[in-house]
C-alpha cells in the first residue's frame, strides 16, 4: 500500500435508492421487533407510522468493498473496522434516492510489523433536494499494510466512559439468523454467512456484522433514553473491540448527563466486550 495511492484513490459516488421494505428489512437485521406485541418496536418493522433507525445511514450510498481491489495494494484478508462514527444532520426518510460520497481522509502508519490505520468519511446527500442527510467517519485498521508512510490525525480521539455504575442497562437479543438478514441490506461478505470462510478466518462459525453490533447499540439508546423516538439520536461513534455471533444477547451500559451519553456493549455469555469507548449525542 502507497500513502498518495490511497489518499488519492477515486472511489465511485453510489446513486442508492430504497424503499420502505428495505427500511423494515435493515431494522429487522439489527434487531428491532424481536418482541412483536411491543408497539414502539413496531414502529420501525411496520408500515404503519413506520420510521427509519437513525443508524440505517450505515447502509445507504455504501461505495462497496473498494479495498478489496487488488490496485489498492492493500492486504485486504488483514484489515479490519476500527472504528465508526455517524452524524445524523437530517432524519432519514423512509424511502428515497441517495446519493454516497466516500473520501479517504488520512492515514496513520504504525510501522511495518503493526499495520496502518486509514480513515474515510462518507456523506450521504437526499438526491432529489441535496439535503445533507448523514456523515460517516470511519477508521480502518490495515494490519498488513504498515511502513506505507503518513501521520495524519484521527477524526477523533477515543472517548472515555465515566467511572461508577451505568444509569441505564438493556439486553437485545439477536436471532440466529440475524446475520444473514443484515446482510440483505448490502454487506455481502461471505465471512457473515459462509462456515467455511468464517473458519479459514479463525472463527468457529460466521460472526455478525460489526455495523449490525452498533445498529444494536443504536436500538439500545432509542429505547432507553430517546422513548424510540429515532429523530432524537443525533450522534454516535465507537470502536470495535470484538466479534459478535448471531444468537447471542448484547448488553448495554449507558451513562447520561444532559443530552450527552457514553456507552459500551458486552456478552455477557462469554464475559466480552464487543464494543467499546461509545459516545452519543439525543436531541431533548
Not at 479490519?80 to 473520501?103: A, K, Y
Not at 446527500?125 to 439535503?131: A, M, Q, S
Not at 484521527?154 to 461508577?164: C, D, F, N, R, S
Request: glycine residues 10%.
Amino acid at each position: 500500500m502507497d500513502y498518495q495511492t490511497i489518499l488519492d484513490w477515486q472511489i465511485k459516488e453510489q446513486v442508492h435508492t430504497y424503499t420502505e421494505r428495505d427500511t423494515m428489512l435493515y431494522a429487522l437485521g439489527v434487531g428491532y421487533g424481536a418482541d412483536p406485541l411491543d408497539q414502539q418496536q413496531l414502529s420501525f418493522v411496520y408500515e404503519k407510522n413506520l420510521q427509519a433507525a437513525p443508524t440505517q445511514a450505515v447502509v445507504l450510498g455504501y461505495p462497496g468493498f473498494w479495498m478489496g481491489d487488488p490496485a489498492t495494494g492493500i492486504n485486504a484478508v488483514k484489515l479490519v473496522h476500527g472504528e465508526q462514527g455517524l452524524q445524523i444532520h437530517r432524519p432519514l426518510p423512509i424511502s428515497g434516492t441517495v446519493i454516497g460520497q466516500t473520501r479517504v481522509t488520512g492515514i496513520n502508519d504504525k510501522g511495518p510489523e503493526k499495520g496502518a490505520l486509514v480513515y474515510s468519511e462518507r456523506k450521504v446527500f437526499n438526491h432529489d433536494n441535496g439535503d445533507l442527510l448523514a456523515t460517516l467517519t470511519s477508521t480502518t485498521f490495515c494490519r498488513g499494510d504498515g511502513g506505507c508512510g503518513g501521520d495524519d490525525p484521527a477524526p477523533y480521539t477515543p472517548h472515555k466512559l465515566p467511572e461508577g455504575p451505568a444509569d441505564f442497562e438493556c439486553d437485545l437479543p439477536l436471532t440466529e439468523q440475524a446475520a444473514l438478514i443484515y446482510r440483505l441490506s448490502g454487506d455481502y461478505n461471505p465471512l457473515h454467512a459462509d462456515l467455511q470462510v468464517a473458519d479459514k478466518a479463525g472463527f468457529k462459525r460466521p460472526i455478525l456484522h460489526g455495523l449490525a453490533t452498533m445498529g444494536v447499540a443504536g436500538h439500545a439508546l432509542l429505547k432507553m433514553c430517546c422513548d424510540y423516538d429515532g429523530s432524537r439520536l443525533t450522534e454516535m461513534r465507537l470502536r470495535f473491540s470484538a466479534p459478535v455471533y448471531p444468537g447471542e444477547v448484547i448488553h448495554t451500559e449507558i451513562w447520561q448527563q444532559a443530552e450527552q451519553l457514553s456507552f459500551r456493549c458486552s456478552v455477557p455469555a462469554r464475559d466480552q466486550l464487543v464494543l467499546s469507548n461509545g459516545a452519543a449525542v439525543i436531541a431533548k
